[in-house]
Nanobody, 122 residues
Framework: QVQLVESGGGLVQAGGSLRLSCAAS????????MGWFRQAPGKEREFVAT????????TYADSVKGRFTISRDNAKNMVYLQQNSLKSEDTAVYYC???????????????WGQGTQVTVSS
């Protein structure tokens, strides 16, 4: 079992920045690929970013490429999502997820956190 707890969400003006954090416990963190997903009201949950177990490879959705950065600290069992140049369309609940392989498909992720709200005001 893996437990994931997100933090760092909040209200920010368009153009601002936030850093989301996800704390993992349970199974050996370094054996897991990690991902961030988001879900806006009335929409499907969508892929944002993923990072491999070592942190050596990352993949981003086109909508956030160049603005968001995913990173991890295996010594601290943490994964992060740095969000810059935020737009109103980034408003959503952001979820941290864990998988045995790095993927953009939510069906590949076994463990999920409860989410943190990000609201971007224009």
């Amino acid at each position: 079992q893996v437990q994931l707890v997100e933090s760092g969400g909040g209200l920010v003006q368009a153009g601002g920045s936030l850093r989301l954090s996800c704390a993992a416990s349970g199974r050996t963190f370094s054996s897991l690929a990690m991902g961030w997903f988001r879900q806006a009201p009335g929409k499907e949950r969508e892929f944002v970013a993923t990072i491999t177990q070592s942190g050596g490879d990352t993949t981003y959705a086109d909508s956030v490429k160049g603005r968001f950065t995913i990173s991890r600290d295996n010594a601290k069992n943490m994964v992060y999502l740095q969000q810059n140049s935020l737009k109103s369309e980034d408003t959503a609940v952001y979820y941290c997820a864990a998988s045995i392989w790095s993927s953009s498909r939510k069906s590949d992720y076994t463990y999920w956190g409860q989410g943190t709200q990000v609201t971007v005001s224009s």
